[in-house]
């Protein structure tokens, strides 16, 4: 059967069926019909929909035998039980095994309806609970948090799911706005450490002065101004994950006070000689090379060394363009709930932009111009203003789309077609052709 809400009557009674049937017609309830329990067993699939209506006492496998069933395939489903004289007994046992209800012949029409509209209720209710558990399941995957069908993202969530669960320290590398707390995030809260504090702290948004002070704490009157203990962030962070984002701005003597805690799992507050053991995960996020900076004396390698245990590489947007329409349509619905208003379509200048655009501002900017789009504002400041390749026509947008994707899929492939068709889902002579007519190096 398929998915619609609808009523399964199985009863032997051709007259009585057919009764049932104009019933629940006359009010318009679908509804159908079969003679026998083996026959409602094939039609109840795993997307059945509806409700079932049986006899007790059929040919064959009887209404308790289906019911019985029937629960082993969904526990949720709603079966109404029809029994004839003397079989109450029978059937208030059924209720206790998982019937919905049951009904004593002869039964009045109204009684029939009554019934159905109240089962196809409650199998209504419980499907909408099913499917809003399965959303909140899909939003809390990596698939619906780190968004994008890219080799790279792939690669990236694989990599995520490996290394979560772990103490290792990781270090997140990308530009501006490619989502590094995002994965921070994904990594505590796919952890064992979930249920402990997730501690952000960007190292380059605080005076030097008060650095020292908000990492390690400080106890009172350790320096004027400090009228009580205050608990820094690492300390603050025991059993959970302390998160420094743009670690590549952090001083140089705070390097070496954040390794020796690295090291030792102790700190001490400033103004104090107590030593106080933590236990958290260190995630480091930076937009600059470390271990060239660490090369050239600006960062201190020993502690790049104990920060980068694994090492995750977030790709700007621009080399990841296939996952463009999948993130703005994300984006889209979030802000049309968020402003509670319908998205609206997407058209083929805005989509041409969309594709052209070099996205400085990587997904950030990307959901900036959902944002504006979902208000009914130009996604882009200006018509057109799609980066180099401005007021594309449709056309133009798609073929630059496929030619960045193969593109991308012939580097990753060191220019083997065999293996670049297979990555794509191609025949390889349609890649060929393809790589022919966009002038590609192979």
Request: charged share 25%.
């Amino acid at each position: 059967m398929n998915n619609d809400l609808s009523v399964l009557i199985v009863e032997d009674d051709p007259h009585v069926l057919l009764g049932c049937q104009q019933a629940l017609t006359l009010e318009d309830i679908p509804c159908i019909g079969v003679g026998s329990a083996e026959e409602a067993l094939e039609r109840v699939g795993d997307n059945f929909a509806g409700i079932v209506i049986s006899d007790i006492r059929l040919p064959g496998i009887d209404g308790l035998e289906l019911l019985t069933r029937l629960k082993a395939r969904d526990r949720s489903l709603p079966v109404v039980l029809i029994t004839g004289h003397g079989d109450i007994s029978m059937a208030v046992g059924a209720m206790q095994k998982g019937a919905y209800d049951f009904m004593e012949k002869p039964f009045s029409p109204e009684r029939l309806v009554d019934v159905a509209r109240r089962a196809l209720e409650q199998r209504s209710l419980a499907r909408e609970v099913v499917s809003l558990r399965r959303q909140l399941a899909e939003r809390d995957s990596l698939e619906g948090r780190i968004i994008g069908r890219s080799p790279a993202m792939q690669h990236l969530r694989e990599l995520i799911a490996n290394v979560a669960d772990t103490s290792a320290n990781v270090l997140i590398e990308g530009e501006t706005g490619t989502g590094k707390e995002l994965v921070a995030r994904c990594l505590h809260d796919f952890s064992r450490r979930h249920t402990r504090p997730f501690v952000a702290l960007n190292c380059g948004g605080l005076p030097e002065n008060l650095f020292e002070s908000e990492i390690f704490g400080h106890e009172a009157n350790a320096f004027t101004g400090a009228g009580k203990r205050r608990i820094g962030k690492i300390e603050h962070a025991d059993g959970g994950t302390l998160f420094l984002d743009e670690v590549e701005s952090m001083p140089l003597p705070l390097q070496i006070k954040l390794l020796r805690v690295l090291q030792e799992r102790t700190l001490e507050r400033l103004g104090s000689n107590q030593s106080v053991a933590v236990d958290c995960r260190v995630i480091a996020a930076t937009k600059s090379d470390l271990d060239e900076s660490s090369k050239a004396g600006e960062f201190r390698s020993d502690l790049y060394y104990r920060l980068n245990v694994v090492t995750l590489e977030l790709p700007p947007l621009r080399e990841r363009r296939e996952d463009i329409l999948q993130l703005f349509e994300y984006f889209l619905q979030q802000s049309s709930l968020r402003f509670d208003r319908a998205a609206p379509e997407l058209d083929n200048q805005t989509l041409s932009n969309l594709m052209s655009h070099d996205w400085p501002g990587n997904v950030r900017e990307l959901r900036n111009v959902a944002e504006r789009f979902a208000l009914g504002l130009p996604a882009f400041k200006k018509p057109g203003a799609g980066g180099s390749a401005q007021g594309l026509a449709f056309a133009e947008a798609v073929e630059a789309f496929e030619r960045n994707l193969l593109s991308d899929a012939l580097q990753r492939s060191g220019g083997n077609l065999t293996q670049a068709s297979q990555e794509l889902g191609m025949a390889k002579t349609t890649l060929f052709d393809k790589v022919k007519k966009y002038g590609l190096s192979h």
